[in-house]
C-alpha cells in the first residue's frame, strides 16, 4: 500500500499527488513513468513522474481526470492509498547514461504542452543540478491552465509561457516560439525535448527537422497498460516496430510515424477496432512480455 502524503488540485482537471514510495524514489531517474492501481480491482493506468525524492522517498505524479479510472483518482484524500505503485518503468532519458562532459557541451531547448508539463520538470531539474541550464517553452491553452510555472522557474535557464489564446505570456502554439527563438532571437540548439500530446509533438518533429535539430518525444499519451501486454502503444520508429512502454517511453521524433501511432489510438478505443489490429498486426501486436499467447 502507498500512501498520499500530499494532494493539490492544479486546474480544474488536473492534480498533483506526492506518494510514499521509497523503493521506486531512490532507484527512479527522469524519463521513467510508474503503474498505479487504486484498488484490487482497478485498472493500471500508467503515469508519467513530475517529481522524486530519494531522501523522503516520495514520488510526486501529476495527472488528468480524462478517464474513469483518472476520475475516480480525483476522489482520494491525503492520507489514503494506492493498492499499487509500481516503478520505476521505461528507459531513462538518454542523457542520464552519457559521459556528463557530452551533456555539459549541448545547448537543450524542452517544450512542454499542457499536462506534458509535469514530465519535463525531473529532466530539467537533472540538469540544473548537474550544472546545465536549458531553455523551456511550456504551451497551454489558456492562463489557467499553466501547470507548475513556479518549480519551472527554479530550475530552467530561461523560461517562455505561451498560451493559444494570449491569454497569458507569448500568444500562439509551441511552435510559434520555437520558430521565434531560432529565426528571431538566433539560438542555436543541439537537441529538443517535446513532450505533451501526440499531436503537438508531430507537429514540432515536422518544424525541427527544417532546422535539423534531433528532437526526442516522449510516447507515455499511446500507453494502456504500461506491460508490453496490450499491444497500444505499438509504434513505428524508423524501420522498426516498437513499444513504447517497453523500448520507450522516449524516441527520436524525426523517425517517429506520428500518423500511425494516432490512428491506431482512436482504432484501439473500441473491442472492434482492437481486434482488428490484433488480426493485422499479428506476432507483433504485442509487445516484450513473451506471455501474451
Ligand atoms: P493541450 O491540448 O492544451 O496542448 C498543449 C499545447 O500543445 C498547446 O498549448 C499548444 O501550444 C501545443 N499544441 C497543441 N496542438 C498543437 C499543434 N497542432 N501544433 C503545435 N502545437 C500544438 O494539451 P493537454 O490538453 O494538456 O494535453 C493532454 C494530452 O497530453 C493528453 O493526450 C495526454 O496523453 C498528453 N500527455 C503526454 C505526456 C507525454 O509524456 N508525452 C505526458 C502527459 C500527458
Ligand atoms: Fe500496452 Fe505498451 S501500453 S503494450
Redesign the pocket.
Given at each position: 500500500m502507498y500512501k498520499i502524503v500530499k494532494k493539490a488540485q492544479l486546474t480544474e482537471t488536473i492534480f498533483q499527488m506526492e506518494v510514499e514510495a521509497p523503493r521506486i524514489a531512490k532507484a527512479c531517474k527522469p524519463g521513467q513513468f510508474i503503474i498505479v492501481k487504486i484498488d484490487e480491482k482497478g485498472e493500471r493506468i500508467p503515469l508519467?513522474i513530475c517529481d522524486f525524492d530519494a531522501e523522503k522517498g516520495t514520488i510526486t505524479i501529476v495527472f488528468?481526470a480524462?478517464g474513469a479510472s483518472t476520475y475516480k483518482m480525483t476522489s482520494l484524500k491525503e492520507g489514503d492509498y494506492f493498492r499499487d505503485f509500481t516503478g520505476p518503468l521505461g528507459m531513462p532519458s538518454e542523457f542520464c547514461d552519457e559521459p556528463l562532459e557530452e551533456v555539459k557541451k549541448r545547448k537543450y531547448l524542452f517544450v512542454a504542452?499542457?499536462?506534458?508539463t509535469?514530465?519535463v520538470l525531473p529532466q530539467i531539474k537533472w540538469l540544473h543540478n548537474h550544472g546545465i541550464d536549458a531553455d523551456v517553452i511550456i504551451?497551454?491553452?489558456t492562463k489557467d491552465?499553466v501547470i507548475l510555472e513556479d518549480e519551472f522557474k527554479k530550475y530552467s535557464g530561461n523560461l517562455y509561457i505561451?498560451?493559444?489564446d494570449g491569454s497569458y505570456g507569448r500568444s500562439?502554439?509551441?511552435?510559434d516560439t520555437i520558430k521565434y527563438l531560432i529565426e528571431e532571437e538566433g539560438k542555436n540548439y543541439d537537441v529538443c525535448v517535446a513532450?505533451?500530446?501526440?499531436?503537438?509533438?508531430?507537429?514540432?518533429c515536422l518544424m525541427t527537422k527544417n532546422y535539423d535539430l534531433h528532437t526526442i518525444?516522449?510516447?507515455?499519451?499511446i500507453m494502456v497498460d504500461g506491460t508490453g501486454m496490450c499491444g497500444a502503444c505499438r509504434v513505428t520508429v524508423g524501420d522498426e516496430v516498437k513499444f513504447a512502454c517497453v523500448d520507450g517511453?522516449e524516441f527520436d521524433g524525426h523517425l517517429v510515424d506520428f500518423d500511425q501511432a494516432m490512428k491506431r489510438q482512436t482504432l484501439y478505443k473500441t473491442e472492434e477496432g482492437r481486434a482488428y489490429l490484433a488480426a493485422k498486426e499479428g506476432d507483433t501486436h504485442h509487445g516484450g512480455c513473451g506471455q501474451c499467447n
Open positions: 508519467t488528468m480524462i504542452g499542457g499536462v506534458g509535469a514530465p504551451g497551454a491553452k491552465l505561451t498560451t493559444d500562439g502554439m509551441v511552435t513532450i505533451g500530446p501526440m499531436i503537438m509533438m508531430k507537429f514540432v518525444v516522449s510516447l507515455n499519451p517511453p
